[in-house]
């Protein structure tokens, strides 16, 4: 089992520049979400999806959009990119309301210029 | 909403003493607690959870927690810690109902001495 597929694995952008941030999970899990990881300040939800065509903002969603087409897949993009997003940012997919816990993808180290 | 406390930064201890690392939450309702763990350059890898039954937890690696509901507290212990639980350990919780997220603690690094 893969479990949850971030890519890329690190990615430099300019600022204003625009990416997208993949996460893939082969688990069938109904639950996925995107976490910031900064300094000191743990990890904070950025948005989150319970299922397929159901998104919603989490602690800190601004300048960030989702979209989940279908259960497998859940990108993250960034539209134009500020030094402030400079992170690393994690995907998580978790089935049966977390119950069973939380599995973690490998994360993306992004630096903003 | 929902919060979780880790008051301290870093915490040291030497190779084959006991291990503490506190924890303390607040939340509505009953609680999903979790502890994950983070090596340099790595993701979080899930340690144990509580959800319902025994307040005793045992969980990966010879890590174990104690839900205490008075004290909202979900402090992660070890009998005899080693070199390698040199990491830094986040503390999680998600509300029964509503956005199924972690809330995350803002982490304790653990150093072990040889």
């Known amino acids: 089992n893969a479990g949850v597929t971030q890519t890329p694995k690190f990615q430099v952008l300019k600022t204003g520049q625009s990416m997208t941030l993949q996460c893939a999970q082969d688990m069938n899990h109904e639950y996925m979400s995107w976490y910031r990881q900064d300094p000191g300040m743990g990890l904070r939800l950025i948005h989150y999806?319970?299922?397929?065509?159901?998104?919603d903002q989490g602690e800190v969603p601004n300048g960030y959009n989702v979209s989940r087409s279908t259960t497998e897949d859940f990108p993250l993009r960034l539209l134009s990119a500020a030094p402030s997003q400079t992170s690393v940012y994690f995907c998580?997919?978790?089935?049966?309301?977390?119950?069973?816990?939380?599995?973690f993808g490998s994360g993306t180290r992004l630096t903003v210029v | 909403a929902q919060s979780v406390a880790q008051p301290e930064d870093q915490v040291n201890v030497a190779e084959g003493n006991p291990l503490t690392v506190k924890c303390t939450y607040s939340v509505s309702g009953n609680p999903y607690l979790f502890w994950y763990v983070q090596y340099p350059n790595r993701g979080l890898q899930f340690l144990l959870k509580y959800i319902t039954g025994d307040n005793l937890v045992k969980g990966s690696y010879g890590f174990e927690a104690e839900f205490n509901k008075s004290q909202t507290s979900f402090h992660l212990k070890k009998p005899s810690a080693l070199v390698s639980d040199s990491a830094l350990y986040f503390c999680?919780?998600?509300?029964?109902?509503?956005?199924?997220?972690?809330?995350f603690g803002s982490g304790t690094r653990l150093q072990v001495q040889p």
């Open positions: 999806s319970v299922g397929a065509g159901i998104t």
């Open positions: 998580a997919s978790s089935q049966g309301g977390g119950r069973y816990g939380y599995t």
């Open positions: 999680a919780v998600r509300a029964p109902t509503g956005r199924r997220a972690l809330t």
